[in-house]
């Protein structure tokens, strides 16, 4: 048995689904396919929940929006024949929601909604799978994947999904399943979301707990590359990847693979494909166990669009463990994540993502201890198994805010 996982670029038209489709077709073992919104859906609905939570009229019209996107698909999928029963009540439940009076709580609202990116994705490529003679079943993956409450960004309650999972996917008399990634549910029924570019991990959880021989993610590049093609030219694929450089590449803030995806997979020693929906019939990259020692060129990667956070004790004090404690449990209540963090005798420097709130009302519960101090629109340059020359060639005539550097990593941020 094996997970294919396929990305919002990989279902983003109706050729693109029936590319899937043909890419589905050449298999014959059991499978189970995790699939994202369609194209950029997410950030559109995205749109629609701000719209939505700020009482905003124009959130009938990113609906409209929303739903023109995936009846033009369905059009030319079916054959202008009308769109499925099966996605006319997604589409009456999302409208029916909208309707509603929000509650105070942004983060639950999100996921309420976001999760109709995926639902509809996924329930129009398993309609037309079937249309096309393709049988498979479509599940609804908040029925076994459950989670805490922690809205945007769940945990998996790993007891529970087990169970329901090894329940659900019985492969008894059906060898295809269509499902989500990216979203799970409370168990009470609440629709959760397991942050963004969550459906890589959903693809790893199945994997770990119905033993999967594999899991393929499926791309528009050919494998793991030494640096995104579409912000560096030169790049070369590798072949091979261990586990620990594969987690090092997405803490890094590498796109190719969500974060925690490689714990699951890891943990049960489960090779990971990266494939290119493309050109499926290359082998790409693999992330699996390698004992010996490969040699790997630079690998770059770029994360935009971050600020560097300085606080200073006001009272000039040295930046102690007990300041660290309060930062960090600040940070965790408020849920900011952070990229990078350094420390020096009166200051600690943060590098977070660009929040969608104001960064001085996001602070001011640290203002009485400190001075607050930020720099924006920067950018972390990270690069593994780096060399001088590399180093020299790539911060040139550029502005470093911060450096460090380790074994086998250099970190600069930088203004581009």
Wanted: hydrophobic share 40%.
């Amino acid at each position: 048995m094996k997970i294919f996982k396929f990305g919002g670029a990989s279902v983003k038209s109706a050729e693109a689904v029936k590319n899937v489709t043909r890419i589905l077709g050449k298999y014959n073992e059991n499978l189970v396919v995790v699939v994202s919104a369609m194209g950029k859906t997410t950030n559109l609905l995205e749109t629609l929940v701000r719209a939505y939570f700020n009482k905003d009229e124009k959130k009938y019209e990113i609906f409209q929006e929303f739903k023109a996107y995936h009846k033009e698909i369905m059009d030319d999928l079916f054959d202008g024949n009308g769109i499925p029963e099966s996605l006319t009540f997604l589409f009456v439940e999302l409208e029916a929601k909208l309707k509603k009076v929000p509650s105070l709580d942004y983060n639950f609202e999100y996921d309420q909604i976001i999760c109709f990116g995926e639902l509809v994705s996924t329930q129009i490529i398993s309609d037309y799978l079937n249309y096309a003679g393709v049988k498979n079943q479509w599940i609804d993956i908040r029925a076994c994947l459950r989670t805490d409450d922690n809205f945007r960004d769940a945990s998996v309650d790993w007891e529970w999904t087990e169970e329901l999972v090894q329940d659900t996917f019985r492969f008894n008399g059906q060898n295809l399943y269509i499902t989500q990634g990216f979203i799970g549910s409370t168990t009470t029924n609440l629709t959760t979301s397991l942050g963004r570019e969550g459906s890589d991990f959903t693809a790893a959880i199945l994997g770990n707990i119905l033993n999967a021989e594999s899991v393929s993610f499926w791309k528009d590049v050919p494998g793991v590359l030494s640096a995104d093609p579409k912000k560096m030219d030169g790049a070369v694929k590798i072949t091979e990847l261990s586990y620990r450089e594969a987690v090092e590449m997405t803490h890094s803030g590498a796109q190719i693979i969500h974060p925690k995806t490689m714990k699951p997979l890891h943990n049960k020693g489960i090779s990971l494909y990266v494939k290119s929906f493309l050109e499926p019939e290359n082998s790409g990259t693999v992330i699996h166990k390698i004992d010996h020692k490969i040699e790997l060129p630079p690998i770059f990667i770029l994360k935009e669009n971050l600020v560097l956070i300085t606080l200073s004790p006001k009272d000039f004090s040295f930046i102690s463990i007990n300041d660290i404690d309060r930062v960090v449990n600040f940070l965790l209540e408020n849920r900011v994540k952070v990229t990078l963090m350094q420390q020096s005798a009166i200051d600690l420097n943060l590098v977070i993502d660009a929040p969608e709130a104001d960064l001085q009302e996001i602070f001011l519960e640290l203002k009485p201890f400190y001075s607050v101090r930020y720099n924006t629109d920067l950018t972390l340059i990270t690069i593994r198994h780096y060399t001088e020359e590399v180093l020299d060639w790539m911060v040139k005539e550029k502005d470093i805010y911060l450096e460090q550097h380790s074994r086998l990593t250099a970190r600069m941020l930088v203004k581009q």
